[in-house]
Each structure stands twice: as C-alpha cells, then as structure tokens.
C-alpha cells in the first residue's frame, strides 16, 4: 500500500470515497435490518469513527423538495445512545451500485494473479469467481489493465507446492544451489509459501538437512507431491519476520570497480558502500559469501568489473577467465 | 467535504429517483444554488457538474443523457436507471468468497488496493460474507512503484490525452503526447500502451523512463481506444521487436543447471574443448545479450559454440578481463 518514495501523492477523493461507503452501508442496513455500528464498520472494512460521520452525512439527503419527509431518517438516538444504526426513507438504495471501472479492473486483475499460483482444485474456485463477476459486468475494463503471468522461473511449480500444502503431504523437491552449481533432491514437509522482498520462497521442514530450511523457488528445479502426510513439525508456520532467510556462513568484504554498463549491480545487490571511482567509474562494496556466486556476477558484467580488493579474489577470476578464454582458443576459434 | 458529499448523493437520488430525464436547469436549481447567474458563476457550474459526473461514474453510477422532448432534441436531460447502474445480484459460495478475499490484498499499490476495497466493499453491502481463514493461500503481489502509474492508470480510465518527458536510454528526455490504451505489466515492468500523436503510431512507453510528472491534459473521453485493441498484444509487439535466437552451448557434465533447465534439447557425451570431464550440447533461446550473459557466467565450464557473433561477443569479453 506504499508508493515509490518521492513519488507524487495519490490524489484523495474524500467526498466522492464518503458516497462510496453510504451507497454500500445502506444496501448493507437493507438486508441486515439495524445493526451495531461496530458490526457494519467490521462488515464494510471502515472504520466506525468514520461511519459515525458518514450518517451525519447521510440524514442531511433526500429526494429533492426540501420537507421533512423527502429526507432519509438516521436515527441519531439510537446511534448515540445504543451504537445501533436505524435508517428509514431510502428504499430507493437499497442496492449497491455498478462496480466502477477501477474497481472491477483492480479486482478481476488481482483475481487473475491469484489463479496463475493457484493449485488446480483452487484455480477451479478462481475461475468460477471470475465468471460471475464478468457475467455480472466487470469484464470490460479489465480490458485496459494487463498483468502478464509471471514468468520467473519457479513460477511454474507454484499450483503443485501450493496444492501439497492444502492437502497436507510431502514433497520431493529438486533443488539448485547456484553458488555450487550443484543440484539436489531433498524430502520436504511445506509449510507455506512466503515472499521476502522480491523472492518468493518456500518454507518447510527438510528431512536432508533435518532443520527448518527455507527454498527460493526460483531455485526449485522440479517438485511432485508424496503420498505420505507431513508431520506436525509442518503444522505451525514459522514467524518469519527476523532475517531468517540470509545465509549464515562468514561473509568477505569486497570492493568492486563497476564501469558504467556494470553500474545496475547495487541496483539488484545490496552492497555497503558506493563512491565514484576513476573515469566515470563506480566502487562499491559487497558482503559476499561465497567466492563462486561473486565470480557467476564478475563473468555475467565482464568486462566491466573488476576486483580492487581481496587480491586473491581479482586473481582467481582473471584466471578463471583465461582458463575460460583458451577453451575457445585450443577448439581453433578465438 | 460533507457539503461536496450531501450534493453528489443529493445529486444521485435526484436523477434515480426520476423516471424521465431532469434538465440541467432544474439540477443546477436544486444543487447548485450557491453559482450566480452570471457567466463567471456559469462557468464555475459547468465545471462543478462536470466533475460531479465523473465522481459518480467512477463509482459505478451510468448517467443516461437524453432529449428531454419528444419534437425538439436540442434539450439534453440526464437520468439514472436503477436496472443499469446497481451491481447485477451476484450469489457467492464460501469457496468463492475465500479466494475473493485473498484477491483483495493482492495490490500493494494505494490507488487499486483501494478500488478492490471498494469493490468488496459492494459485494459486502450485497450480503457477501468474506472469511479466508478456508484458505490457506499467499496473495500474489501485485505492485507499481513507478510514480507514473497513478496519472497514466487515470487517463487511461478517462481516455485524457497526457504529456510526459521521457528519456530512452542513451538520450536526452524528449517530451511526448499520448493517448493512453491500457497500462500492461510484463517481467516486473509496467508500460503504458497508446496512441503517440506526434508520430501518429502505436507507441509503448516503460513507466521507470518516464521523467517526473504526468500531466493530464484536455476532456474526458477525448478520444475512442479502437475497437478490439488488445493492449497485452500491442505492448508485446512493441517491446519485443527482436525475435529470440538460438544457440547451441558446450556445457561441462555436472555443471551448468540453470542453462539446461532453460534449453530446449540437451545432446550428451559429445566431444569437448578438454578432456577434464565430460560434455554435453545444449540448445537454448532467447535475446543475444541474456545468452551471452548466462555462458560468461558459466566461466571455464561452457563453450558458446553457435552463431558466431555471440561466440566472438563472448571471446572478446572475456579478453577483456584475462588481458
């Protein structure tokens, strides 16, 4: 719910958002008779300070002619004595206007989003929704708002991590560890699916590691579903609000000499330090944990990074890139 | 505000409660008394009902304009027709209310998470009792942290034609006219579709290269989206003009997993540029420079073998550092 810093302000439509909520609590008093002011603020997501103002609002309205009986009657006693909102003389709204077109593009779209994750028997449900609310006119400004599905990989495998976990069972899950270059297969019990930052990641008991682990799904290479039940070591999802998602191994301080077409680096990693180098050039320092992952980004930007400290590390990676150089030139191409 | 609120909802009743069209004369009588009858007053009333219009129209509400005379149509009127402007009854299972639950805190974007609000909010009103404790599913993230968003989401609700300053890459801002079609989000970007008036073209514009503000400019429903316009098709037209390549890439055995997880065929136990270990041969597409990127990352354990030009691409850069 927060935009971009220094972004200009969403414009506020006070007035217009108070006849949003009075056209949808009156339908609500409609088919609930009078209720507590707490209930309908619950029920309408606003909060009852606000709807106390909103009827204020409301019982100044009416068909126009000005007497006494054109208006809508709030029961201002009722509301003050006993919390309980009473409204007569407003049969004629007695139900809730059109979806406007911000409001059905914002919910179809977000309604898409969640059946591209879903798993197959959810998807089903999601489809059904969808239908009803096109049949029921909040399809076409849909049309002007897209959210191509989400391709990042991993993506793929949600609507079968997602179906384990509602139905309680283990998974075997495939699993690459970039840094190695390595890949594994791991017995997991799923406990739920988490985003942290811009990973998606799924959180699980490991019987490999016998721990708590928690796989970045951009990393899970294949996953399909066991018949066994996961044990209640899955039951409770974790409170994941601590950094638990860093590795814990010994980070290197390194410092990286970025030329401008390498200069996103601190856009995507967080590094410690930025200052100008030499040459419209960029320094920055990084945590980093392991040397292979550092080399995987040196050869991505080459060669436009380069390592001012550790030595050793600018040395294993000039290396490495000669090493990688004469596999081209002994092939007689170079 | 709550004298703003009192005549858009006076406003409403009025023409809801009518069967035949109300002229605007009675409207600005009933509402509008505080506008003199002068032309400045005039003027500041024209403006006043104007935006009242488009308040109601983004809440749902279809204001019908007609002749208010059967022989002279030179008199427009306005009118609400309850059957055209309430929400269609809509009957919701448990299952389906859960997942429109999860829907709605799906957008971490203030403008949609509140439109969602709304929205829910009416199915609410209608009786729809939302309760996603059923479910037990993450909300997928829907953002927009670009500051263009706003403005260009607005204009495209209001077909307003909008200028901008926008800068490609490499050059200086230039300031551009459009008719904004849609807004499409694609790989964790979003772009606006429209017509570009100064080229007179379709033209898509990536929000993060738009430079400070959006301005709106102009009428509401300014212009007509053409019909069947489909702006997921447009943007992926426009933004991918170069079609993918294919290369074939010498990978050592037991390394390189990504690569292969994205390849399209995987040829083992070929012969390789050493006999360290094994090799294989993997097919895969997709734009030069991401190619070029993931064999570099690979270092010593892959061999871009074809087409030539990313194989020298690859050669060079890695001169680059072993120089």
Redesign the interface.
């Known amino acids: ?4 810093g ?3 302000k ?2 506020v ?16 008093l409609h ?1 609930h008779g009078e209720v507590r002011i707490s209930e309908a603020a619950e ?4 909060d009852a300070a606000q709807l106390d103002k909103d009827l ?3 019982f ?5 002619g000005g007497f006494p009986d054109d208006l809508i009657n709030v029961d201002l006693d009722a509301l003050e004595g006993e919390g309980i909102i009473r409204v007569d003389n407003a049969d ?2 007695a ?13 179809v ?3 898409r ?2 059946e ?3 798993s197959s028997e ?1 998807r089903e ?2 489809e ?2 969808l239908a ?2 096109e ?3 909040a399809a076409s400004a849909a ?6 599905a ?2 990042s ?1 991993g993506a793929e495998l949600l609507p079968v991590l ?1 179906g384990a ?2 139905h309680g069972l283990q998974l075997e899950i495939s699993y ?1 560890v ?1 840094s190695r ?3 594994s297969s791991r017995v997991v019990e799923p406990r ?4 942290v930052g811009d990973a998606t990641y799924l959180d699980a008991w490991c019987h490999t590691a016998n721990g708590d682990r928690a796989f970045r799904l951009d990393r899970i ?1 294949s996953a399909t579903e066991l018949s066994e039940a996961v044990s209640e070591r899955a039951a409770e999802p974790r409170d994941l609000s601590g950094g638990w998602f860093r590795g814990d191994g010994e980070t290197v301080a390194v410092t990286l000499r970025l030329q401008p077409a390498a200069q996103w680096v601190p856009e995507y990693y967080p590094v410690n330090e930025t200052s100008p180098g030499p040459d419209g050039t960029l320094d920055v320092v990084l945590d980093v944990a392991s040397e292979s992952w550092l ?9 436009h990074a ?1 390592v001012i400290a550790p030595r050793e590390f600018a040395e294993s ?2 290396a ?6 004469r ?2 030139q ?2 007689g ?2 | 505000m709550a004298e703003k609120s009192e005549r858009l909802l006076n406003l409403y009743i009025m023409l809801l409660a009518q069967t035949r069209f109300v002229s605007k004369q009675d409207i600005r009588r009933a509402h509008y008394g505080e506008y003199a009858d002068n032309p400045r007053g005039h003027e500041a009333f024209e403006k006043a009902f104007e935006r009242d219009k488009d308040d109601l129209r983004e809440l749902g509400v279809v204001i019908e304009v007609g002749s208010l005379d059967n022989y002279f149509d030179d008199e427009l009127g306005y009118r609400i027709s309850p059957d055209t402007s309430s929400l269609p009854e809509i009957r919701f299972g448990a299952d389906e209310a859960a997942v429109l639950g999860i829907a709605a805190r799906a957008w971490e974007q203030a403008t949609l998470a509140r439109a969602t609000t709304e929205a829910m909010r009416k199915l609410a009103a209608q009786g729809v009792e939302i309760d996603t404790s059923r479910l037990d599913l993450v909300p997928p993230s829907l953002r927009a942290e670009e500051p263009a968003f706003d403005a260009c989401w607005e204009a495209t609700q209001k077909r307003r034609v909008i200028t901008f300053d926008y800068r490609r890459p490499g050059e200086e801002a230039a300031s551009r006219r459009l008719q904004p079609w849609g807004v499409v989000r694609s790989s964790g970007r979003w772009y606006v579709v429209g017509f570009d008036l100064d080229r007179q073209a379709e033209r898509v514009f990536r929000l993060s290269r738009v430079q400070g503000k959006v301005t709106l400019t102009g009428k509401s429903a300014a212009y007509d989206v053409p019909a069947g316009t489909d702006v997921q098709a447009v943007a992926h037209n426009l933004v991918h003009r170069t079609p993918d390549i294919e290369a074939t890439v010498l990978v050592r055995q037991r390394t390189g997993v990504a690569l292969r997880r994205q390849s399209s065929s995987i040829e083992e136990d070929v012969a390789g540029p050493d006999d360290a270990s094994g090799w294989d041969r993997v097919t895969v597409s997709g734009q030069a420079r991401d190619l070029v990127g993931s064999v570099l990352a690979l270092g010593p354990n892959a061999v871009l073998e074809t087409p030539a030009d990313l194989r020298s691409d690859v050669v060079s850069r890695l001169r680059g550092v072993a120089s």
């Open positions: 719910m927060t935009s971009a220094g972004g200009p969403p414009t439509h006070a007035a217009r958002e108070q006849v949003g909520r009075l056209l949808a609590l009156v339908p609500f088919q029920a309408l997501g606003v204020r609002v409301l100044m309205c009416g068909l126009p004629y709204l139900r809730p206007v059109r979806f406007g077109p911000s409001e059905a593009a914002a919910l779209v977000a309604l989003a969640v591209q994750s879903a959810t449900v999601v059904r929704t009803k609310l049949a029921a006119g049309q002007q708002i897209h959210v191509a989400d391709t990989p997602q976990i509602e690459y970039p270059d390595d890949q739920a699916i988490t985003r290479v080399q995987q980004l040196l050869f991505r930007v080459a060669p380069s990676f000039t490495d890139a000669r090493a990688a150089l596999l081209y002994d092939g191409v170079g």
